[in-house]
């Protein structure tokens, strides 16, 4: 299958996002009212610790991974939220296994942890514009596996993930990168390798395509996001971990009612105790 904005899904029917897409579609469905719902599911899947969560997100330059972020943050409560960029391996992470360094990053329970851009540079933007320098070349499918396997081993521990790819065409690719010369406050955006990634786009997208098929499972699917519409692709995530939310935290934990009833006795009438 190749990156066409009109597939929603790689294989089986429970990652299909048909139903999302059409709340998303509706002009009466805001990206603002569906993220301002999830904090009370976040808090509720904080205050239980029994799962973690880990969103992924992909997609070329310019297709809205940085805002997409934003907007989500406003809605769930930083006490268990975080987000972690991924650039190219520098340093140390250069010197180790190329999943090195998403270990220490990884969403302890009760927390939702967003990759930006994720361990996957290292099939995609690596495989074009190697940092590391190998004795030998490097096996793709071998790291494919090696991906799978680590994402295995994360949902047999407790961690769901949600992968998004966020697809951009090109006419609205090249689009916001004129809007971002145009502006003052995004040019600081612009870095040489921006314009070595455009004229690349193809190659990537390639690469792109062959990753997506060999990764997603059923324990950790690709949801392909259509992009050119930023309110569109906003509400498709956001209700995305809406629904996930939902499955994983459906009420609060549950209360000790002797402790409670300690706490009505020591407090007197405020607390809906004796006086």
């Not at 220490?104 to 320098?133: D, K, T």
């Not at 596996?145 to 994360?154: C, V, Y």
């Not at 190659?203 to 990753?211: N, P, Q, V």
Request: a neutral charge; hydrophobic letters at 40%.
């Amino acid at each position: 299958m190749t990156l066409d904005p009109e597939h929603w899904r790689w294989s089986q029917d429970r990652h299909d996002l048909t139903e999302l897409s059409a709340q998303a579609s509706d002009p009466g469905v805001k990206a603002a009212d569906v993220i301002k719902g999830l904090r009370d599911k976040h808090r509720c899947f904080h205050a239980r610790r029994e799962h973690a969560l880990l969103l992924v997100v992909q997609g070329v330059d310019a297709s809205g991974k940085n805002s997409l972020l934003r907007h989500l943050a406003r809605g769930l409560d930083p006490a268990g939220f975080r987000v972690w960029p991924f650039g190219p391996p520098a340093g140390a992470e250069v010197e180790h296994d190329f999943l090195w360094r998403a270990w220490p990053l990884l969403p302890a329970p009760g927390e939702v942890v967003a990759f930006n851009r994720s361990y996957y540079e290292a099939v995609l933007a690596e495989r074009l514009w190697p940092v590391r320098s190998p004795r030998v070349e490097p096996d793709w499918a071998e790291r494919h596996r090696a991906i799978n396997a680590f994402e295995r081993h994360l949902v047999h521990s407790g961690t769901t993930i949600i992968k998004c790819w966020l697809h951009l065409s090109e006419e609205e690719h090249r689009a916001r990168l004129v809007e971002r010369l145009k502006d003052p406050r995004k040019q600081w955006k612009f870095d040489a390798s921006d314009l070595r990634n455009f004229r690349q786009r193809r190659d990537y997208l390639t690469l792109a395509d062959e990753t997506l098929r060999a990764t997603h499972t059923d324990r950790a699917p690709w949801y392909l996001i259509p992009a050119d519409d930023r309110g569109r692709a906003r509400t498709l995530v956001a209700a995305l971990l809406d629904r996930t939310l939902d499955a994983l935290a459906p009420s609060w934990p549950e209360h000790d009612e002797a402790l409670l009833a300690e706490f009505r006795r020591e407090l007197g009438p405020a607390g809906g105790g004796q006086a």
